[in-house]
């Protein structure tokens, strides 16, 4: 089957500790991207990579990291520097920058 | 800056109903405009990508219009089923980033049997 996965589906995060979640996609695509969800609102960009080895900063980019090491892996680190990290966060892929672009199922991130 | 408006927030109908959820964005230097589908606490489905250069799509009992130079979408569905509620979600590929993706916050479809 091909798609994208997301994991963990729950993620508990304790004061001051990174977090790293996981997107995974086997469509072959060069783009990824990272969007955070909050309640009652439409997403907004956290980071995207267009191609391995190298990403760009969204509109919300302060207090996460990524990585491009691979063109099927894109994982995101919530660091301890974002102050409110609880939301719904979303992986998406598309084959260019201008084509469809396809979700994962999400990740839900809550602070304990 | 681009801003993606969608009206209304919430809408609800009786099953078979026509009805026409509305878009509207500020700059009108746009790759192309999508329409999702959300469910509660899952991802997001593709359901139409209209270019910049076209009018409309179509796909089964759904069509988008896409009118650019006023900044406006919209995302007709016909014949409303309750399988169809959803929050629906649109947003533009801008030119000036990129190609990134400005989304609305999205109408809640509520439709009754």
């Known amino acids: 089957d091909g798609g994208i996965t997301q994991s963990p589906k729950y993620l508990f995060r304790k004061e001051g500790q990174n977090v790293t979640l996981s997107c995974e996609q086997n469509l072959n695509h060069d783009a990824m991207y990272w969007y955070r969800q909050d309640p009652g609102q439409g997403l907004r960009l956290i980071y995207y990579?267009?191609?391995?080895?190298?990403?760009q900063k969204g509109d919300i980019a302060e207090g996460y990291s990524v990585s491009r090491e691979k063109k099927e892996s894109f994982p995101l680190t919530v660091t301890s520097a974002q102050k409110n990290p609880t939301a719904f966060y979303l992986c998406?892929?598309?084959?260019?920058?201008?084509?469809?672009?396809?979700f994962g199922p999400g990740t839900r991130l809550l602070v304990l | 800056k681009q801003e993606v408006t969608q009206i209304p927030a919430a809408l609800s109908v009786p099953e078979g109903e026509n009805l026409v959820l509305n878009c509207s964005f500020t700059d009108s230097a746009i790759y192309n405009l999508q329409w999702f589908r959300q469910d509660p606490g899952k991802g997001l489905t593709s359901l139409l990508l209209?270019?910049?250069?076209?009018r409309e799509q179509t796909s089964g009992r759904l069509n988008a219009s896409l009118d650019k130079s006023s900044g406006r979408s919209t995302l007709y569905i016909a014949a409303s089923q309750p399988g169809d509620s959803a929050t629906y979600l649109c947003a533009v590929a801008r030119k000036t980033s990129g190609s990134r993706l400005t989304f609305g916050e999205g109408t809640q479809l509520t439709v009754n049997p």
């Open positions: 209209i270019q910049s250069s076209q």
């Open positions: 990579s267009q191609i391995v080895n190298d990403f």
């Open positions: 998406a892929s598309a084959k260019t920058p201008q084509e469809t672009q396809y």
